[in-house]
């Protein structure tokens, strides 16, 4: 059998395997919360599913272009306006099947052996497996508890080099849920204009999903470096979405042709209908989506003091997504045992902190992305690991 290495060196991502497993203990009759899985447990707003219904019936079956309908690409344009009040036009929107062809096609385009690629750790794993596959060197920048998880500057500057092709940044983070604000991003991209051969990526799929009425600091507002910046959007985790599979990406007008090249070689086009239900998403009422996000809220504050009141973890506060990634150190346990214990036999799906890179071993990966009810029940069946 003559394998590609390429292949052999491709990852996966792990909250899958455990949602498979959480869901074959569950079907065997035990009684299990998934608190493993990174998606919102709320449906897709009733406007935004009937909009995908009346594509079919308008008869919306073909190919689109391969870079995404323009009323679709220009409602983005219209957002990133509204957002950020920064005027990108539509030919740098790539619209793609969810978020994650954004982290394929930029590790493909700046990763190749000789290059090397910075990305945090922990991570979404996502990075860390298309680094090594596109041939690029993968370097971890750790991101630590006594940091809040946030980018630890000067760490980050110690690991460029001339051959750094590409870093990676997501805020707010996945697994932590940690969120850096303006002044955070600010200096980022201070360090950042010193090194002008170097990209961006920055992953900002959770942006409408931060806490304490807190404005997204976008990559987007910074002119100095927007020439050399790839954006990773999508409608997966606002609204809802991610079994739509419908992202969108701004690029460098340098390298769009070749995100767009490589869209026509994977797949195509998007989903026609998903795209017809990401515009009634951005153009639509947006009351559903403020409702899930103050619901986000009362969970993370909820979570956040519960976890704390256990003795065998601590918990720092999340300021985005809907994650918590508590220290279980006190338990005695690595975050892996951890987590076989609560699925095991406590019947509790977490995520060990090492499905996220190296270096969060004494850590586990809580979402709360499930009903108050459950999230109560669940801790209560932690405190007694
Ligand atoms: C940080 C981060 N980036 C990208 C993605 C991919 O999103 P999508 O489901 O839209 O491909 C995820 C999904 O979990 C994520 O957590």
Known sequence: MKVSKKIINLETESAFAILAKATKLASEGKDIINLGIGQPDFPTPRNIQEAGIKAIKDGHHGYTPSNGILPLREAVSEQIYNDYNVNINSDQILITPGGKPTIFYSSLILGCKGNEIIYPDPGFPIYRSMIKFSGAKGIPLELSEEDNFEININKLEKLITKKTSLIIINNPNNPTGSFMNKKKIDEIVKMLEKYPDVFIMSDEIYSKIIFNDQEMPSFINYESIRDRL???????????????????????KKLYEYANKLCVNDHSCPNIISQYAGLEALKGPKDEIKKIKQEFQNRKNFVHKKLNELENMTCFEPGGAFYAFPNISLSGYNGQKFSDIALEEKGVALVPGTSFGNSAKNFVRLSYANSMENLEKAIYKLSAI
């Open 230 to 252: 790839i954006i990773l959007e999508g409608w997966s985790k606002t609204f809802c979405m991610t079994g739509w599979r419908l992202g969108w990406s701004m690029w460098p």
